[in-house]
């Protein structure tokens, strides 16, 4: 069975064209990624921008074409933090139903276990227990499993563009302005500490544009093969999160590559910083899957 698995998030839109069964994926055909800002000024506004849908339509309609060469039997996007928050949300919808492309937003209760059994497709079924952190656009999924079982998920509303957008007026960043932000992330993590600690935690894996930008960065260049299952040290994810606070958005793009994630990557990693450190752990392993391998894997399961 062909089928194409999208992710709608806040800040960017990807496709997975694959075929499996029940088992689980085979083969690979397409893995395409746009960055599109979906999430543009929904946290100050509560609703999608014009401009924002305009890139999306743009997006959608690039993707059905590829989705349509490949012929898939089932297509399903899932739409997760800016969708749930639009007072105009049903825009989105309505450019799926014009595109032929179903739209999903994903309950908080299937988030979780859809992000972590995309974001540890692949590896190895054992019974560490991982962590597996989701930074988006408007909000970070955490969640810890053992093997197939997961312990614990929770959704926190900071993500890359949230964030950048509640507290970053200018790049380089001020003092003050690091210090705010890095505070109010230090609060949200606290929220759920006590529940992340109630496990001995083996591994974070990492999923997501913030991770694997940082690591294709790391390795000169993205190369999936490179980039997942990298492992990430705390020292050189800090090491970046200073860069990132000290230079403006153009040389983030013109030196790193970051593209239309220049201006949230500051954000985006020190989430990731924030986690490592409450939790005392080493480094993450970056992973190139998360939720639209989950997505796939659930057609496939249900076909």
């Known amino acids: 069975?062909?089928?194409?698995?999208?992710?709608?998030?806040?800040?960017?839109?990807?496709?997975l064209?694959?075929?499996?069964?029940?088992?689980?994926?085979?083969?690979?055909?397409?893995?395409?990624?746009?960055v599109v800002r979906l999430g543009q000024g929904v946290d100050k506004t509560g609703e999608f921008h014009p401009d924002a849908l305009k890139r999306a339509r743009e997006c959608l309609s690039n993707f059905k074409k590829e989705i349509d060469a490949a012929k898939v039997d089932k297509i399903l996007a899932m739409a997760t933090s800016a969708a749930r928050d639009a007072r105009n949300g049903s825009e989105l919808f309505k450019i799926g139903e014009e595109l032929g492309i179903p739209i999903e937003i994903i309950p908080g209760e299937d988030e979780a276990r859809i992000t972590y059994q995309g974001a540890t497709a692949g590896l190895a079924d054992d019974q560490q227990t991982s962590l597996v952190i989701d930074v988006g656009g408007g909000s970070t999924e955490i969640i810890t499993g053992k093997?197939?079982?997961?312990?614990?998920g929770e959704s926190l509303n900071i993500g890359g563009v949230r964030l950048t957008e509640k507290f970053i007026s200018t790049q380089p960043v001020p003092k003050n302005e690091r210090e705010n932000l890095q505070k109010f992330i230090r609060g949200q993590i606290s929220q759920v500490l006590p529940e992340l600690q109630k496990e001995k935690i083996d591994r974070i894996i990492a999923v997501a544009g913030t991770p694997t930008s940082l690591v294709a960065i790391e390795v000169g260049?993205?190369?999936?093969?490179?980039?997942?299952?990298?492992?990430?040290?705390?020292?050189?994810?800090?090491?970046?999160?200073?860069?990132?606070?000290?230079?403006?958005?153009?040389?983030?793009?013109?030196?790193?590559?970051?593209?239309?994630?220049?201006?949230?990557?500051?954000?985006?990693?020190?989430?990731?910083?924030?986690?490592?450190?409450?939790?005392?752990?080493?480094?993450?392993?970056?992973?190139?899957?998360g939720v639209r391998y989950g997505v796939a894997l659930e057609m496939l399961q249900k076909a």
Request: aromatic share 8%; proline share 1%; with cysteine.
């Open 147 to 152: 093997g197939k079982k997961i312990l614990f």
């Open 221 to 289: 260049g993205f190369d999936e093969k490179k980039v997942d299952g990298f492992l990430l040290r705390k020292e050189r994810l800090a090491y970046w999160v200073n860069e990132f606070a000290e230079t403006t958005v153009e040389e983030k793009k013109t030196k790193y590559g970051l593209g239309g994630r220049a201006d949230i990557i500051y954000a985006g990693s020190s989430i990731l910083l924030a986690l490592i450190e409450a939790l005392n752990l080493p480094g993450m392993i970056v992973s190139t899957k």
């Open 17 to 34: 064209i694959a075929e499996g069964t029940k088992e689980g994926i085979t083969r690979v055909h397409k893995d395409l990624t746009q």
């Open 1 to 15: 069975m062909k089928v194409a698995a999208l992710d709608l998030g806040t800040n960017t839109f990807l496709c």
